[in-house]
């Protein structure tokens, strides 16, 4: 599937392996649950993962969270991911090709340009090892967002129509 949770499935299986403690929070439905759900058992990984279903309250997942893990293959803008660093959380990402307009590396996440597990769960251990990159991630996570905030634009909108006027 595009959205390539079969990768994050084996990222917690390489972080379990690592021995840490983390776990993982899917939301939503669709066809692969009961696969992803299979897979999971296989690595030995069910009791890290937490298959929710559709949730009406994404953002309170997204405020208990560490840091937000985006493994989709293609990903024309990354809302997904802007609604994630506006919680205030770091990203680490695969390359969806529209989220690099998003994510700076090492700025407000990590861009992790192949599909390696290993790798991936790197840049997820050194967030969890180092709080001062953890919190300063987050605050730059948070300031990228607001960019795309409604209030925002509606004020860039009013400033416009005042120029134009006179």
């Known amino acids: ?7 994050a499935l084996r990222v917690i299986k390489e972080l379990k392996n690592r021995n840490i403690n983390v776990y993982l929070d899917v939301l ?9 759900i299979l897979q999971a058992k296989n690595l030995g990984i069910s009791k890290r993962v ?6 009406d309250n994404t953002e309170t997942y997204l405020h208990n969270a560490f840091c937000y893990l985006h493994t989709a293959k293609r990903e ?3 809302l997904a991911i802007l609604e994630a660093m506006a919680a205030g959380l770091p990203v680490v990402c695969t390359d969806g090709k529209g989220n690099r307009d998003i994510l700076e590396d090492g700025v407000n996440g990590f861009m992790v340009w192949d599909s390696n597990p290993r790798v991936i769960s790197e840049k997820i251990q050194r967030l969890l090892k180092n709080f001062f990159l953890k919190n300063k991630m987050s605050d730059a996570s948070s300031k990228f967002a607001k ?6 634009y509606i004020n860039k909108l009013i400033v416009l129509y005042n120029k134009s006027i006179s």
């Open 1 to 7: 599937s595009n959205k390539n949770h079969q990768l």
């Open 28 to 36: 939503g439905e669709g066809p692969l649950k009961s696969n992803l």
């Open 50 to 55: 937490c298959f929710h279903g559709n949730v």
């Open 76 to 78: 024309a803008f990354g």
């Open 147 to 152: 960019k795309f905030d409604v209030k925002t």
